[in-house]
């Protein structure tokens, strides 16, 4: 029966996808290298263990609206779940290097992408949780299959600014932020009601008057 461990040796932004991707790049290990892959069908669900790090007064305020008041960090902060992602291993013996591709959101509804855009320095502690299915040759030669146990895991940390120029790159000087129907309808109102030409000046002229009434 294999018995193959990952590793994630590296990453990088993926320059020209259709959406920002990260590719991750993995190491295959068998213990017994003369054994024969056909292919793997990996699976991976990658979480983001935002306990296993220190965190300065900006990323503190940035990450409020995600954890709370600092003070009760304790029991609030958790590992968050980033995204699922699949890959085909092709055949190999022994070792083999892949990319495993994640796509990633700018979308600030999402956790992840919240918690990404907080953090200011540092790299960002992930866990990549393995399961797929196997398919190798019997030492008669014959076509076998097997499972990956749910046990294998194996931890990176990506810098963060890995996934800050990856959006730099796909979203220069922007931003996503996604509305209720309603709350677009009324802003939408507003831009054209003042023959506004973009978003930002209608956001623009919204903001002054909404400091002031919080003040």
């Not at 990176?156 to 932020?177: C, E, G, I, Q, T």
């Amino acid at each position: 029966m294999p018995g193959l461990t990952f590793t994630v040796e590296s990453a990088a932004p993926v320059p020209f996808a259709a959406a920002p991707t990260i590719a991750f790049r993995l190491r295959a290990v068998n213990p017994n290298a003369t054994q024969s892959f056909h292919s793997v069908a990996l699976r991976c669900q990658v979480m983001i263990e935002a306990q296993r790090r220190h965190y300065n007064k900006t990323e503190r305020d940035n990450l409020r609206d995600l954890f709370g008041e600092p003070e009760r960090w304790s029991q609030t902060l958790r590992s968050i779940l980033w995204t699922h992602a699949a890959t085909t291993v092709p055949a190999f013996c022994g070792t083999i290097d892949t990319d495993l591709a994640v796509p990633c959101t700018f979308d600030f509804n999402v956790g992840a992408a919240k918690y990404f855009y907080g953090v200011d320095e540092d790299d960002v502690p992930l866990c990549f949780q393995f399961s797929g299915t196997i398919f190798y040759a019997a030492a008669d030669g014959t076509l076998q299959i097997d499972q990956i146990g749910w046990d294998k895991e194996a931890r990176f940390r990506l810098p963060f600014k890995v996934w800050r120029d990856m959006m730099d790159h796909y979203y220069p000087n922007s931003a996503w932020l996604r509305l209720r129907r309603d709350a677009f309808e009324r802003l939408y109102a507003y831009k054209r009601s003042r023959g506004l030409a973009t978003w930002e000046e209608a956001i623009e002229n919204l903001l002054p008057a909404e400091t002031e009434a919080a003040c």
